[in-house]
T-cell receptor
Framework: KQEVTQIPAALSVPEGENLVLNCSFT??????LQWFRQDPGKGLTSLLL?????REQTSGRLNASLDKSSGRSTLYIAASQPGDSATYLC???????????FGTGTRLQVTL | EPEVTQTPSHQVTQMGQEVILHCVPI?????FYWYRQILGQKVEFLVS????????KSEIFDDQFSVERPDGSNFTLKIRSTKLEDSAMYFC????????????FGEGSRLTVL
């Protein structure tokens, strides 16, 4: 059974800093991994989808990496802004299953 | 930009009542899902739907739950007899024509069971 863990649970950084959010998964037979952003009381906004055959995906200031052998993915946010403050979730699709298994999220606060 | 639309945004109901949550997935998407998030907890998978039938469901999705795609645009989740522990945010999601594709979520329907 796939388990997804995100560390740290919360992170506070000053504006302008580069930061890395971590996601670990127990079953390396993942099909793909998706990163989401969730604002308080809101839905999930897809940020990046990285397929199992890929090592990296980039969108603007965001870069996601995937290392299946070590069971890890990272989300790198460059030059953080207060508007980046949100909870970031990673979710893995494993094997032939269609569902995503979510981590508990990292709550990010970017301060002025 | 196409989006997944959910109604109602918030529903309050009494324990034992039936609730139907509505979703309009992105047009031309073929894969449909319901997830839920109890306050402060992980987002949990409930059910996936493809080709007019349930393709996968979790242990949470017991006989009290059902899904339906009554027409070409709507996708509903029915809870037959709500319990206090059904209180959560329910998210609908859809995916395009590829099983490997990106999943898009709606804004959620908050269900409060009293």
């Amino acid at each position: 059974k796939q388990e997804v863990t995100q560390i740290p649970a919360a992170l506070s950084v000053p504006e302008g800093e580069n930061l890395v959010l971590n996601c670990s998964f127990t079953d390396s037979a993942i099909y793909n991994l998706q990163w989401f952003r969730q604002d308080p009381g809101k839905g999930l906004t897809s940020l990046l989808l990285i397929q199992s055959s890929q090592r990296e995906q980039t969108s603007g200031r965001l870069n996601a990496s995937l290392d299946k052998s070590s069971g890890r993915s990272t989300l790198y946010i460059a030059a953080s802004q207060p508007g980046d403050s949100a909870t970031y979730l990673c979710a893995a699709r494993t094997g032939t299953a269609s569902k995503l298994t979510f981590g508990t999220g990292t709550r990010l606060q970017v301060t002025l | 930009e196409p989006e997944v639309t959910q109604t109602p945004s918030h529903q309050v109901t009494q324990m034992g009542q039936e609730v139907i949550l509505h979703c309009v997935p992105i047009s031309n998407h073929l894969y449909f899902y319901w997830y839920r998030q109890i306050l402060g907890q992980k987002v949990e998978f409930l059910v996936s739907f493809y080709n007019n039938e349930i393709s996968e469901k979790s242990e949470i999705f017991d006989d009290q739950f059902s899904v339906e795609r009554p027409d070409g645009s709507n996708f509903t989740l029915k809870i037959r007899s709500t319990k206090l522990e059904d209180s959560a945010m329910y998210f609908c999601a859809s995916k395009g024509t590829s099983a490997a594709g990106e999943l898009f979520f709606g804004e959620g329907s908050r269900l409060t069971v009293l």
